[in-house]
């Protein structure tokens, strides 16, 4: 199957080459300044939902570490370096391919935003999807390793997240109350 991706890859516009190397990243960039919007959302909403979308980045960070722990000891080659050609170029031989960091903060970060805000579902899971697919189409993971990175951040993250709403909620709460202080004193 990867073969096939990434000889099909090959044949498009060089444009759709560019969209899938750039959109890579950019995705990941999409992810962070949609949890900024979401917590300006949730800024004046219950302080439980602030900290939702406080500890979705907790979440999504500490599926990535779980995916690299994944990675020194699995150390899998990555798919590039069997002469095939790809777009992207490969990255050097001790970053391993499995599994796909990318798909893991996607799908992590889709996962929690979605817990602390239902209506981006419709945007961050094509999203996901997205960034997951541009990183076999440029030939730099096999289907596996996104597959596999989906799957860490989609349950690792949000679990992680919920763990830490309840401490973060009080820590949410204290420093609204100490805000509220500050401008009562001005």
């Keep these: 199957m990867y073969n096939d991706i990434v000889g099909f890859a090959l044949t ?29 959302r949730a800024w004046r909403a219950p302080a439980r939902d602030l900290a939702l979308v406080i500890a979705g980045p ?55 935003l979605v817990l602390a805000w239902r209506a981006l579902a419709w945007v961050v899971f094509p999203l996901a999807a997205f960034v997951a697919f541009s990183r076999v189409f440029v030939g730099v993971h096999y289907p596996h390793d996104v597959a596999v990175g989906l799957l860490l951040g989609l349950v690792l993250a949000p679990l992680f997240a919920l763990l830490l709403v309840g401490a973060v909620t009080p820590a949410v709460r204290h420093t609204r109350l100490y805000l509220a202080r500050l401008s009562s004193v001005r």
Aim: aromatic share 10%.
């Design 12 to 40: 498009t516009p060089d444009w759709l080459h560019t969209l899938a190397e750039v959109g890579t990243d950019a995705g990941l960039f999409v992810f962070a300044a949609l949890f900024a919007l979401a917590a300006l």
């Design 58 to 112: 907790a979440g999504v960070v500490f599926a990535y570490v779980v995916s690299e722990v994944i990675k020194t000891f699995v150390r899998e080659d990555r798919p590039c370096r069997g002469g095939i050609a790809t777009i992207a170029h490969c990255p050097p031989p001790d970053d391993w391919s499995f599994p796909s960091n990318h798909s893991v903060i996607a799908a992590g970060a889709t996962a929690t």
